[in-house]
């Protein structure tokens, strides 16, 4: 239970600061300010763009996965294996965009 409070004094250019970066998490001054102090990785949050980009990329995974998925019986091509590393490809980036 989050019962105790820690006040701290900050100049008015470290207020705007701190606020700014707050902003870009999504999160509250509480749990801003308990993150960085405890070293807890935070990501910002994603824009619309990146969500946009975000949602395509995860589109192109499955249908990349659905394509290989076409080609497991007698794939001379190589076919399978390049959609399916190209999948892969596209959903390490996705994780890093979480």
Known sequence: MKNKMIKF????????IIKLKI?????????F????S?????????TEDEVICYQNLSK???NFRRISQLFKLGDITKM???CLNTSRLI????EKLK
């Open 80 to 82: 399978k294996e390049e």
């Open 23 to 31: 902003s870009k998490t999504g999160l509250s001054i509480s749990e």
């Open 33 to 36: 300010m308990r993150r960085t």
């Open 60 to 62: 192109f995974a499955d």
């Open 9 to 16: 004094r900050v100049t008015e250019l470290e207020l705007q």
């Open 38 to 46: 405890l070293g807890i990785e935070m990501k910002n949050k994603l």
């Open 91 to 94: 959903r390490e980036h996705l």
